[in-house]
């Protein structure tokens, strides 16, 4: 009975459809459960068209999957690329549900001949940012987790499903297995004890010669006796900062850069015009820095040194397109998109010495 659904717009519809009621309109409306009715089912230039009324503010169902919030007049819709299987859709509330026939509906037909292959279309915009996951290390009994944190116990990665102190262990409503631990491999024999050689005189230090190809590893010789200490030497220049780790920026709601470690050409912050709110990037350096390979991690905070900052929450994720950006999005305490400054660090592994 299910069918298979190619593309699906559930924040919009693949193309307008009109808001008035069907009782305006004279279409009569067919029942399919309590408080559910529907005035057409068909498909129509290869889109399946559902139009209906149920009970305004009222959240429809369909195919378990795809769902539309009733307007004031009660009345939701869907346009969806559809492909029929047996000529029916299912459609529920939570008051009930129940299925309706597809009109302009037929059996499947045998696949037609390959048409040529058409011209390649223009790349689409960037899609929004997708939910990320936070590497927390191992679990500590005395910290406290947020949704989406991921932490390492007892051989295996576990991830938070919600805000929360307890101990990862059976699948719940707090933890789920993010990656199990593989079993441990058995212990190799021992191999036998060699004899210990003599320990020869040292020999006078020769001029070094020229870098000669590897050969291959020998057996190990005998302890020669430690030679005189050094001078120490002079401390060398201050080399560049690396292209990745021990990194931050404090980032205004208006997308300036404020304050952030290293700084200076190509360090720079903006927020996005021609999106929603709360839209920003922060561009670590330029080419070849590449900081893919990295933690992100962000708060939303007051710009300035001191004080207080109104609450809320944002989310990272790399940069698509540039591998020294991070994508950031901050929103107010209900989940709205909403301008915020914010405070953002970048780690790497291998720099825990700078």
């Known amino acids: 009975m299910r069918s298979f659904l190619l593309a699906a717009a559930l924040s919009a519809p ?15 409306n067919t029942r399919i459960a309590p408080g559910l009715s529907v005035s057409e089912v068909a498909i129509v230039r290869g889109r399946l068209i559902i139009t209906g009324s149920a009970t305004p503010g009222v959240t429809v169902t369909l195919e378990r999957r795809f769902q539309k919030v009733a307007n004031a007049k009660g009345v939701f819709s869907f346009a969806l690329l559809y492909t029929v299987d047996d000529c029916s859709v299912e459609l529920s509330t939570p008051a009930g549900g129940g299925q309706a026939q597809v009109t302009g509906c037929g059996p499947k037909g ?21 939910q990320g996951f936070a590497v927390s290390g191992d679990w500590e009994v005395e910290h406290s987790y947020s949704a989406n944190d991921v932490v390492f116990h007892d051989g295996s990665s576990w991830v938070a499903l919600q805000d929360t ?19 441990q491999g058995p212990v190799g024999d021992q191999g036998p004890v060699g004899n210990q050689g ?4 040292q020999g006078p230090v020769g001029n070094q010669g020229p870098v000669g190809n590897q050969g291959p590893v020998g057996n190990q010789g005998p302890v020669g006796n430690q030679g005189p200490v050094g001078d120490k030497g002079p401390v060398g220049d201050q080399g560049p900062p690396g292209s990745a780790g021990g990194m931050f920026a404090v980032v205004d709601a208006d997308g300036t850069w404020q304050r952030g470690y290293p700084s200076g050409s190509g360090y720079t912050a903006s927020r996005a015009d021609s999106v929603p709110a709360g839209t920003y990037q922060v561009i670590f350096g330029s080419s070849p820095n590449d900081i893919t390979g990295c933690a992100f991690t962000g708060t939303i905070g007051s710009s300035g040194s001191s004080g207080t900052y109104t609450p809320g929450f944002l ?3 790399g940069r698509a397109g540039n591998p020294a950006g991070v994508f950031v999005q901050t929103f107010d305490t209900s989940g709205n998109l909403s301008d915020r400054s914010f405070h953002l660090t970048v780690t790497c592994p291998g720099l825990g010495s700078q």
Do not use: I, K, M, Y
């Open 14 to 28: 693949l193309f307008a459809l009109p808001q008035a009621s069907f009782a305006d309109q004279g279409v009569p």
């Open 110 to 130: 045998a696949a037609g001949v390959a048409g040529p292959r058409g011209v390649t279309g223009a790349q689409g915009a960037t899609g929004p940012a997708g």
């Open 165 to 183: 102190d307890s101990e990862p262990g059976d699948e719940g409503s707090h933890w789920r297995l993010f990656a199990a631990g593989g079993p």
């Open 198 to 201: 003599p320990v020869g005189n």
């Open 315 to 317: 989310t990272v994720v």
